[in-house]
């Protein structure tokens, strides 16, 4: 597995560990797979994928066997290019009876032999070119040969037309016209050919292959090679097919021909193809099932006429019984010139693919210059030729079986579709290639379906249900991931299809039920669940209908991946382990649908929409990348979450919990459409008044308090505001460089900051620090900081030289100096807790509000006696509250601090960044002003950990 994933497929590896689909088979026969489970037991796995249909035969088919054993025996050739390749002519030779026989041909067809399908219709694309390349190499011959004979004797009457095509004057002379004529026909024969294919269509990866294939996700990096492929929606099929001659002129394109008329030379227009090929599958597979309707297969013989072009039929999944026909084709009445067949071909066991070329469509020469290392090498035509004669055996017998089967699929899945007609949106197919294609389900009660849906995997997750809850292996198309492919053997017994169609009828109440946790469960390791439960919600409209005044956004992630249980019930049947294993697993893919929006009013009665743009990873989760400094897609992922938000009308975003972390506090992030804050400035305002309420019955202005990871800015600011109204002070900071340098600049600071506000500025002082200072500074001569550059160092000089026994603001590096400290507020950036709890006082009170805690949980339990406060919680004007599967430790009409700071930048019309990088003072009081005006209080100390 990690080989696979080290030296092949890295993301797909993923992917497949996500989903559950991460199986090691190690034997196949007949309609199973097997691989062994964890305990080593050998698990039988009902194969309905097939190959993507390759196995019609079903897996190591017996008959084939036993011929590739003789084959091998016989030592038949494998390399024996140039040379006549007898298995490749009787192979062709079968075929071309066959395809005359079903398509009602009478000319010949020609062959040419591939390894993969992919490759078969590159080739079929590469005739017709170079069909059509002859085509144009003599009516160019024809066109220069035609200039050529005008003598300068001769009149050409030009008209207007084209004088501009030619770009030329009215003046011009006749040699200017011939080479006029001649760059003209040139540039036109030089111009890109163009494929034509369908909307939903599927026809490869190569190169050219994968740019005839609608699905972008196979195209788009490619869009610079300048391919032009045109895909017709059936409208557009529809309206071409009725245009007639206006048709032919939209793709097509012409020259001037010169002819000679009275001894005058005029020119006519000569109609050229620029279409190379209309690529069409009769039955459309990877793109979602669709077999072509009648209406649509007569569009596209009209087109085929009009337009002139070949058409290629992409037999390669559908073709080679997989339908009930050699050709799915053939009784569609598809006028094809071109047939590809590859996958079942090979009868589930060699590389094989085959383009059968119309007689007429052929050009000599072609089959010089195509070959192919693998293509008609004997051992793969002869089991081929094998297979053909097989599935034609006994009046045709396995392919009358397939229609059988397909029939009882058919009757089957429609009764199922009836049963759950708001699950299951259709059923289609055509023999043994079918697609059961279901609702979308991003407006599901089950938040966790609907982001299922916004990531696009539903059909995988089905998949991965089946595949680990019933051992039956299917898998969504890949360009329509709602639509689950099914593509079994033609051996598949009736109680087997019986069998699937139970298991996925589970599924289809699951989705019925809005059960996400019924339909997880097999991929988390639990298969003991019979039925699942109703978690349908029956709830009112909580709001009128008018929208509220402002909207914005707020960035969040998991606390622990237990929190699930809230957001989505149907999870609570899952342990934390089981819930961390499918958090860690859906990280594959991190994109989600915005929770249900609240409505949060203002104090004077303006209302704002505040949505939630979920991350689903956890706060542990998030300490790992930032520990490995491993951030670029968590900031992409906010930075999409970002982007949508503003799309979606909103104003401000904040960033919730550690996201602001991740972002350096919103300074990583580029060219922010919207206004952002982290919420941090009022997160400190309601912290400290918080803790100021917890110390309400206590003497503050005769206690100590220390300030752990006070040179950050965080501590700067709680040191700043709450350090003059206590007795003493001390700053903390970390054993690194530099550290106690910038604890000092945030003391002179504090002294500058009271100097100013109590001595210069003359405000009431009362009790505390600030009060002891400035009665400490009155002896100071006032000339003494006139003109000063640093007046908070000057300050503190002067206080250690002449109070040399007291303790205004101490600085430290040692955390043992919180000892006697009453109050210890912890703002640090430490990756994990390290304040050790014998070091802290008895009663004493501790703020921590570090990211993550500097006091861990285990060490709270120890002493009782300490009362631990993590900020402040905020109270909403009018008890106005989140949806109770988000609010986590939150009360009803409770909403945090950096939640409140974006609804009131919302209320308040904000421009530009709030809490934005550091944060100052002043923004800290700016905000708690903005509060109060909107009647955003104070509501409870948090106590808990909300990370």
């Known amino acids: 597995m990690e080989s696979y994933a080290t030296f092949c497929k890295p993301q797909l590896t993923r992917a497949l560990i996500s989903l559950r689909l991460d199986k090691i088979y190690h034997r196949a026969a007949g309609n199973f797979l097997y691989y062994n489970d964890e305990n080593n037991k050998e698990i039988p796995v009902l194969d309905l994928l097939g190959g993507y249909g390759a196995t019609l035969l079903g897996h190591n088919s017996p008959f084939i066997r036993e011929r590739i054993k003789r084959y091998l025996d016989e030592e038949i050739p494998v390399h024996n290019q140039f040379s006549i390749k007898k298995p490749a002519a009787l192979l062709a030779e079968r075929l071309n009876e066959l395809l005359k026989e079903e398509t009602g041909t009478h000319s010949n067809f020609l062959f040419c032999f591939a390894s993969t399908g992919a490759e078969s219709i590159e080739i079929a ?20 040969t035609a200039i050529a004979k005008i003598s300068d004797d001769k009149e050409i009457a030009l008209t207007e037309e084209q004088r501009q095509h030619l770009q030329l004057g009215e003046n011009a002379s006749i040699e200017e ?8 026909t040139q540039n036109r024969l030089d111009k890109k050919p163009i494929f034509l294919a369908l909307e939903n269509s599927f026809h490869g990866k190569t190169m050219i292959t994968a740019n005839c294939t609608y699905g972008a996700m196979y195209r788009h990096y490619l869009r610079r090679m300048k391919i032009d492929t045109q895909f017709l929606s059936p409208g557009e099929l529809h309206e071409f097919a009725s245009m007639g001659k206006k048709a032919h002129d939209i793709f097509n394109s012409w020259l001037w021909s010169p002819q000679e008329d009275n001894n005058q030379i005029i020119l006519t227009k000569k109609p050229f193809r620029v279409v190379t090929a209309f690529l069409v599958e009769p039955v459309q597979g990877e793109g979602g099932i669709y077999p072509l309707s009648a209406e649509q297969i007569g569009e596209i013989n009209r087109l085929k006429q009009i337009l002139g072009c070949p058409v290629i039929a992409d037999e390669v999944q559908s073709g080679s019984g997989r339908c009930g026909f050699l050709v799915a084709s053939s009784d569609t009445g598809l006028d094809a010139d071109y047939y590809v067949l590859s996958k079942a071909l090979g009868a589930g066991y060699v590389k094989i693919g085959v383009v059968a070329i119309r007689q007429e469509s052929f050009t000599p020469g072609f089959d010089v210059i195509q070959s192919s290392t693998f293509g008609e090498d004997d051992f793969s035509c002869q089991i081929a030729h094998d297979f053909v004669n097989f599935l034609h055996a006994d009046q045709r017998y396995l392919l009358k079986q397939v229609t059988q089967l397909g029939e009882e699929f058919r009757t089957r899945l429609s009764i199922l579709k009836e049963q759950y007609p708001d699950v299951i949106r259709d059923v289609r197919g055509k023999g043994l290639l079918w697609g059961i294609e279901f609702h979308d389900v991003i407006n599901s009660d089950s938040y966790i379906l609907q982001n299922i849906a916004v990531q696009s995997s539903l059909g995988y997750v089905i998949s991965g249900h089946l595949l680990c809850g019933s051992h039956i292996r299917v898998a969504p198309s890949g360009s ?14 009736v109680e087997q299809i019986i069998r699937f169609v139970e298991a996925l009828s589970k599924v289809c109440l699951a989705i019925h039920h809005a059960d996400a ?37 707020f960035i969040n992630h998991l606390i622990s ?91 401000a975003v904040g960033l919730g919990m550690f996201t602001s972390i991740i972002t350096n506090n919103g300074k990583s992030l580029k060219n922010t459409p919207i206004s952002v804050t982290t919420g941090n400035a009022l997160t400190i305002s309601i912290g400290i008044e918080a803790l100021q309420k917890s110390i309400a019955d206590r003497d503050m202005v005769n206690m100590r308090i220390a300030i752990v990871g006070g040179a950050g800015n965080i501590g700067s600011v709680y040191a700043e505001i709450l350090g003059p109204q206590f007795q003493e002070m001390v700053l903390i900071g970390s054993n690194n460089h530099g550290s106690l340098k910038k604890l000092d600049m945030v003391k002179y600071h504090i002294y500058k900051n009271i100097y100013e506000q109590f001595i210069v500025n003359r405000m009431p002082v009362t009790e505390g620090l600030a009060k002891r200072i400035v009665e400490s500074l009155s002896t100071m001569p006032v000339d003494d900081l006139i003109d000063k550059e640093n007046v908070g160092m000057e300050i503190d000089r002067y206080l250690s030289q002449n109070y040399p026994a007291q303790t205004f603001i101490y600085t430290s590096q040692n955390i043992s100096d919180i000892e006697n400290c009453d109050v210890i507020v912890c703002a640090s950036n430490a990756s994990e807790a390290f304040l050790s709890v014998e070091k802290i006082k008895e009663r004493a009170i501790v703020c921590d509000i570090s990211v993550p805690h500097n006091l861990s949980d285990e060490d709270i339990l120890r002493r009782t006696d300490i009362k631990v406060l993590r900020g402040g919680i905020v ?36 421009k530009g960044n709030f809490s934005y990088g550091n944060i100052s003072v002043t923004q800290v009081i700016d905000i708690m002003t903005i509060a109060k005006k909107h009647n955003f209080t104070l509501s409870d100390i948090k106590e808990n950990s909300s990370l």
């Not at 249900?596 to 706060?619: C, D, Q």
């Open 125 to 144: 694309l590469k005739s017709a070119e170079f069909t059509r390349n002859a085509q144009l190499e003599e009516l160019g011959q024809e066109i220069v």
């Open 177 to 184: 016209i011939k080479l006029a004529l001649a760059a003209f």
């Open 480 to 493: 329509a991931a709602n639509v689950i492919r099914v593509e079994p053997s033609v051996f598949l017994e």
């Open 517 to 553: 946790g019924f339909i997880v469960a097999p991929l988390l390791g639990k298969k003991d669940l019979t039925l699942s439960t109703d978690y349908r919600r029956m709830e009112s409209p909580q709001y009128d209908g008018r929208e509220a005044d402002y909207k914005v956004a």
């Open 561 to 651: 991946a237990s929190g699930i249980r809230e957001v989505d019930p149907s999870f609570s049947i899952f342990s934390d382990e089981e819930l961390e294993l499918f958090v860690e697993n859906s990280t594959f893919n991190l994109a989600t649908k915005p929770f249900k929006a609240a409505r949060i009013r203002s104090g004077n009665g303006k209302s704002v929409e505040f949505t939630l743009y979920p991350l689903t990873v956890t706060s542990k989760m998030i300490k790992k990348a930032l520990e490995k400094n491993d951030l670029g897609r968590l900031r992409h992922e906010i930075d999409v979450r970002i982007t949508q938000a503003a799309s979606d009308g909103n104003t």
């Open 875 to 910: 109270q909403t004007p009018n008890n106005d509250s989140l949806d109770p599967r988000v609010r986590a430790y939150l009360k009803e009409g409770q909403i945090y601090a950096c939640m409140a700071e974006t609804v009131l930048l919302g209320l308040e019309e904000y």
